[in-house]
């Protein structure tokens, strides 16, 4: 989710004061507990003394400075029309906590996954090899693509397979991600570290017109605002992030940023960051330190019609978005960590000083990016889908998703134009994302969109008791066994069972 406000302005009690130092922050106990859903905490078992550590942000002044970790770019095989990636999901250990080695998981490498380009119109086949010594998915998040290519829960797979997925990629360019999906054990394997970005590529004047080379003013910025003991163990459930003692560190691109401020030199003047909100559930906010502008480009779902300027750019859980600089000056990135489940992170972290050091002299942006006509939704096909909890699982329209035959499903037909009610009857966090196509939204809590939120969307906030209502038209693709995924992004409430299918069938 973006917001063109300050975070403090933001609705749901989210707000931090966002020109604060580093480690500045420090939530009282209610504050901590913001959208959380005490009487289920309670349920829980939980004791009050574990809850009030919460809200404690553990971030002091920046100590210590490191080079930013940009992700390896993943070489792809071409033969005649078709691009091959290989990718294995594998164990392995890292240092989430600073001199403190952790068990954790990653696509070709001990934590995090490589990027992936992928160009618009081309064919892609990827050879994924599960290496885990349990059953795994890949989910292309926000990618258009056929059900069965989707990566959801119904083409898991077993240690030892390969699930070999091949499409031909319909997306314009944006910022897209992989991670699990597999029933239940989706929050376990993305904290510990199964994601990576994929960038999509195309041919637009848009695209000519903005920087592009990866690694030099084409950077990703991969989030995570994880739960950890002091051992190094990572939390993902309940049970988990009940427990003492723990952290809640902020990870950029794999690097610990609690006491240590990354540093990127700029050799072109306009420089392009890619920002993923990789975290299982807190939210993240990206402002500069300085309290200047930032021109973002993109949401989820590719450009904006403009470049837009605003303070900072919020991302729930699951989220992307993409913004230039025009650097003359040096200037830090900060990252606001708001606590978006039962406990996690807070604070304001400088997390990227960037220095200037670029001699050419950029044109001006382009004054047009992209043409997103607004949908007339007066004839669109109307649902209501309702965002509930039954003690400490959470529900969609009734249901416990934490099986497919449990789970409610939606049937709709090839073509169809539907506009959707998102209901939040809880009072709780939710990310709401829809796999196979993009959304546009229509009102934000009965208000209707404006600035960055025109945009096109697969990942938004739904605040505790709010609502948003979302309109899709659904192309391309249909099937009769294979079904697509919409889910709590919150990766926690995934596995407790808010999600359901989506069935699209011929018309």
């Given at each position: 989710m973006t917001h063109t406000t300050e975070p403090g302005s933001a609705t749901g009690g989210h707000g931090e004061n966002p020109r604060k130092g580093k480690g500045m922050h420090r939530r009282s106990f209610l504050g901590g507990m913001a959208g959380v859903g005490l009487g289920a905490v309670a349920g829980a078992g939980?004791?009050?003394?574990l809850l009030t550590e919460a809200g404690r942000s553990k971030a002091g002044a920046a100590t210590n400075t490191a080079t930013l970790t940009v992700p390896d770019l993943l070489e792809g095989t071409t033969s005649g029309s078709t691009t091959?990636?290989?990718?294995?999901a594998k164990t392995g250990t890292a240092e989430v906590l600073p001199g403190v080695t952790s068990d954790t998981m990653g696509y070709n490498q001990p934590f995090l996954g490589p990027t992936m380009k992928w160009t618009s119109g081309d064919t892609i086949l990827l050879d994924i090899t599960n290496s885990l010594g349990e059953d795994t998915t890949v989910h292309f998040h926000g990618a258009h693509v056929p059900a069965k290519m989707d990566g959801g829960p119904q083409v898991a797979f077993a240690d030892g397979k390969t699930?070999?997925?091949?499409?031909?990629?319909?997306?314009?360019a944006k910022t897209l991600w992989y991670h699990p999906h597999a029933l239940g054990t989706t929050a376990k394997q993305a904290v510990h570290g199964l994601a990576g970005m994929i960038i999509v590529e195309d041919d637009s004047t848009a695209s000519s017109d903005l920087p592009g080379t990866y690694g030099t003013d084409d950077i990703p910025l991969i989030f995570q605002s994880l739960a950890t003991d002091s051992a190094g163990d990572l939390k993902y459930n309940?049970?988990?992030?009940?427990?003492?003692?723990?952290?809640?560190?902020?990870?950029?691109?794999?690097?610990n940023v609690d006491d240590t401020t990354l540093t990127f030199t700029a050799t072109k003047t306009r420089t392009r960051f890619r920002v993923l909100n990789a975290s299982p559930s807190d939210i993240i906010t990206i402002q500069r330190g300085d309290g200047g502008n930032l021109n973002q480009i993109a949401t989820d779902q590719g450009y904006l019609t403009a470049a837009t300027e605003v303070t900072s750019i919020r991302l729930v859980a699951g989220a992307r978005a993409e913004f230039v600089l025009d650097l003359s000056d040096a200037v830090t990135l900060q990252a606001v960590v708001t606590t978006g489940w039962v406990r996690g992170g807070s604070g304001t972290y400088d997390v990227l000083a960037i220095t200037a050091s670029g001699t050419?002299?950029?044109?001006?942006l382009p004054s047009s990016l992209n043409t997103i006509d607004r949908y007339d939704t007066s004839s669109f096909t109307a649902r209501t889908i309702t965002l509930g909890q039954s003690g400490t699982s959470m529900t969609i329209d009734g249901s416990v998703g934490t099986s497919m035959s449990s789970m409610a499903m939606i049937s709709t037909t090839l073509g169809a134009k539907e506009i959707w009610t998102i209901k939040n009857n809880t009072q709780l966090e939710h990310s709401f994302h829809l796999h196979d196509v993009?959304?546009?939204?229509?009102?934000?809590?009965?208000?209707?969109?404006?600035g960055v939120d025109l945009g096109w969307f697969d990942t938004y906030e739904v605040v505790g008791g709010g609502t948003i209502k979302i309109a899709m038209e659904f192309t391309d693709f249909s099937d009769d066994?294979?079904?697509?995924?919409l889910h709590c992004h919150l990766l926690q409430h995934e596995d407790e069972g808010m999600m359901a299918s989506l069935m699209v069938t011929e018309s």
């Open positions: 939980a004791a009050f003394s091959t990636f290989t990718l294995e699930w070999s997925p091949t499409f031909t990629v319909k997306d314009d309940l049970a988990g992030y009940l427990s003492s003692g723990l952290s809640f560190p902020l990870l950029l691109n794999g690097t050419d002299t950029p044109a001006g993009p959304y546009q939204l229509v009102s934000v809590n009965g208000a209707d969109p404006t066994t294979y079904m697509y995924m």
